[in-house]
């Protein structure tokens, strides 16, 4: 694989990425944005331009992806033969990519569904409110699966990972990502993801958990991928929605009522905690 090819794939990834980022600003145009770029990711992918400054350019870059598309590692989208306006790694070609920066693949990711499905009766969650999620299947916090309170600044990085690990299973629809307008973020399996965390923990293939950490990969590649991720996220932050009569995902409560105290009150609805 050559630097062009090698950028292309990266620069696909990051985009792809960029649209499954917690939605953390609330106060921004592009946070419906975002919502319009999941919804059209699996068959649309992320929008596309070559970049070129000439029309070489432009040829050189389109001759590369249709190469990286005839190899199996791009899907195409070009609706009745036109210019090619969206694209997206496929599956092999995401684990391929992720493996070379060192963030987690499919598998690596699934040991984060599994602990999704096993705080099902967890009493620090909450029920789930839309985004796909079975009843009574609860949103888990980003600082219950980290272990890092919110407030504590230091730490927060570990946010960051955590949306690493769970990018496998947030663009192919396992997992959906909430958050609050303090931007304060929350995960729940989708329909389909909590099928196939059930079928795994009954199989006796549910994965412990935190699971050990993806191995170390090219840093170079890794900064190239994060500069276009971060660019591409204040340019969705930044844009303008398709149909600006949507309002998109509607927050998550800043104060969610949690199981433990729905638990309480149907116990003992007298109980002064209850309330």
Known sequence: MNLRECQTLL???????ACFWPVRKYDVPGRVLFYERRRAFLTAG??????????????????ALEGLAAAGLVKVYNPRGARTIGVRLTEAADDLVRRRIGMATFADSLPFLDELYRRRDDDEGFDGLGAG???????????????????????RGHYVLLTHDMYPLLWRGFVSSGSSIQGHTWYAPTAA??????QRAEAGQASAYPPPLPAVGDEADFDFYRLVRRAEVKAIECGEPKDRNDLGDIPLPVCPILRRFLTASRADPNKEGAR
């Open 193 to 198: 993801g909590y099928e196939l965390a059930r």
């Open 46 to 63: 992320v929008p596309w331009a070559s970049g070129g400054r000439s029309e070489a350019d432009r040829k050189t870059v389109q001759r």
């Open 133 to 155: 999620c079975p009843n009574g299947v609860p949103w888990t916090s980003e600082q219950a699966l980290t272990g890092v309170a919110w407030g504590d600044n230091e730490n």
């Open 11 to 17: 620069t696909i990834l990051a985009k792809s990425d």
